[in-house]
């Protein structure tokens, strides 16, 4: 009970005008740097230019990798290693969300691999070696600014995997939430959903009993979220809110709420076959799935914890039957992500039909069954993608 | 608002039967180690046998500095330095609590400058270079086993001081609660009061406004310890309490909790004098002084805080004024100090009387003012010390 083990080395700079130490901490690394980024919405805040200018005045040997795609491709990560080996880079700066980042840890390692990406995503080839990585995130979701994970997809198969390494890890990583103002109500309403998953996923929701405090500090960044993303997509300049929001991100994913009870992210897996099929944001897919979860897993033996989830959480009636308070709590999440968040609430609207729906619950579960609050196989998973119809 | 920079490299191993791993870590440093502790509690409840076995199944060489004192001197930092230069040792293991751990700290500097350690505690010499340390906790109180920090004790001047650095920070700290199980009431209690005096003192009571979500985690580590410390001093081998206890010291003091506003940690300012002059255990100080400090700084200004601080930890009623609901909570922390943790309520039951309040509230507010939830003069300080009476 209890026995876990917890590092985390990132160094974050959290706030306003930090951008000021981006060279002190780069020189460390070298000389060469490949900045990567997305669609080039860096460009439009102006935030590009920042960086660059700050890249310049310390004479950084700048190249570029861009276009990176919101479920990264290990297309890209083979063209980001190409410009590494070519160019010699000695560090990479990831400046975007998740995808970006988790794109430029699955490129750090691939650059001493001389291979395709995807031997390394697969584990056919291990990790040995990787470049360090700096980050500047400009959205608030996956927590991969402060952890060692990346999920990397391959369109020709459908698959979407994670890769989990310390060296992966971002040596820095810079925290400024008046990167994410311009972060669009949808998109702020998917990676607060993305954040509060990785907690109920990997943590909270679990049949294995939990160090109180534990439990206790993952309930306040649950309420953390559920409080400050409405206020940011209500008003996407509130400092605050995009702070506490960044900093929540940050925490559900970093091992500093594990209590060595960490279990399979069951709504994750579910999910990632969702985006690798059909190339949705992921904490779309997220909303839609997690409380057809719950009502699946739903039972005596469950009850207890949902409705406990809903008087911490929610301030359901704590006098409530165990059943019907867990029932509560699930109907008030889904007031929640489809009403206060207002997400789509079905795989239908968003033009999915069943038709893939066995093919990926079969891969969803690994071929076998995913252990969580309650074991699912392939078929418990067919029937969930169902209730999401 | 909010700026920070947050690092925290420490490897935890938490939980029973971890010190397999001992080794592993240790050989990564070298084979010369110098083993510290205190009083000889750690033979008595057999975890210096345990060690010495992991250790000399994998031939170590291993120095010994027994005796470090409750309130670590910079004589036996002198000493554990000398060992360090004459046996040419590679890595510290400090095997007890914050008192070795802080002194261990302190020798892993000193052991690289030739005069007296002293030197270093008072800033004359800076600190470059440290030996690497590994701890072994068994007491939950200070959070060195996750921070950079050291106090050592000067006894031919009274002084007490902090050394902070970031090369004092330990590489790895494991953290078995079931070695606190022979730690008794009064430093159950005791430690417990330093838990809750590193948040109050360093992040809680601050008149600078705090990130939403770190103050609600302050608050859960809060009342996981006054929840706990009850029950572990009643039932000394519940491992639940003492797992909450342990975890709850290490995140008190460091960095989780920081928003960019820490300030002078007040309470420990004053408290230091204390045991500086007369030697007492560090946290009945801090008990005996917190709710004076609370009473001074009472005013319109401070009440809000106070209240709310008794509100979400005490249950204090809501509705009540600010001025009546801030002195209900410092009355239900008093009852928590004094009634349930049993400790002694004023100096003059320890002996202590007002000899040396002049020159202590001198010492303790550095020769000008403590910048604090109201900032602190002599003449203030002086004042709480004659409270404490």
Redesign the interface.
């Known amino acids: 009970?209890?026995?876990?083990?917890?590092?985390?080395?990132?160094?974050?700079?959290?706030?306003?005008?930090?951008l000021q130490h981006l060279s002190e901490e780069l020189k460390q690394y070298g000389n060469r740097i490949l900045l990567t980024y997305g669609g080039g919405s860096i460009k439009k805040i102006g935030l590009y230019d920042k960086v660059m200018d700050e890249l310049k005045k310390a004479n950084f040997s700048v190249f570029e990798l861009s276009g990176i795609e919101p479920n990264p491709r290990h297309t890209t990560v083979n063209k980001g290693a190409d410009i590494c080996k070519k160019e010699n880079i000695d560090v990479l700066l990831a400046v975007g969300g998740g995808s970006t980042i988790d794109c430029t840890k699955a490129i750090s390692a691939a650059a001493f691999y001389d291979g395709d990406s995807w031997d390394l995503v697969t584990h056919k080839v291990p990790v040995t070696k990787a470049l360090p990585i700096v980050t500047i995130l400009t959205l608030s979701a996956t927590g991969s600014e402060m952890d060692s994970g990346a999920v990397i997809s391959n369109i020709d198969t459908n698959e979407k995997l994670g890769l989990l390494h310390p060296l992966l890890q971002p040596k820095v990583s810079f925290l400024d939430?008046a990167n994410t103002y311009s972060v669009n109500a949808f998109q702020t309403a998917c990676g607060s959903v993305d954040i509060l998953s990785h907690i109920f996923d990997c943590y909270y929701f679990t049949a294995s009993k939990k160090?109180?405090?534990?439990d206790?500090?993952m309930?306040?960044?649950i309420?953390?979220v559920i409080?400050?993303a409405p206020i940011a997509i209500k008003e996407p300049e509130n400092?605050?809110a995009r702070?506490?929001l960044m900093?929540?991100s940050s925490?559900a994913l970093n091992d500093?709420l594990t209590t060595?009870v960490s279990q399979v992210p069951v709504c994750h897996a579910m999910e990632h076959e969702l985006s690798a099929f059909y190339d949705i944001t992921h904490g779309l897919g997220l909303a839609i799935i997690t409380p057809r979860w719950m009502k699946y897993v739903l039972d005596e033996t469950t009850a207890p914890q949902f409705k406990k989830f809903g008087v911490n959480i929610f301030g359901v009636d704590e006098s409530l039957p165990d059943m019907q308070g867990a029932e509560r709590a699930i109907e008030c999440l889904s007031d929640f992500l489809f009403n206060t968040l207002g997400l789509q609430s079905t795989l239908t609207e968003i033009g999915i039909d069943d038709k893939n729906f066995k093919i990926m619950a079969k891969k969803a579960c690994w071929g076998s069954v995913l252990p969580s609050l309650k074991p699912l196989g392939a078929q418990d998973i067919e029937e969930i993608f169902k209730m999401c119809l």
């Open positions: 009970m209890y026995n876990f083990i917890f590092q985390n080395t990132t160094k974050i700079y959290f706030g306003e005008n930090q939430p160090m109180d405090m534990a206790r500090i309930e306040e960044v309420k953390t409080k400050y400092y605050e702070a506490n900093w929540a925490w500093f060595g």
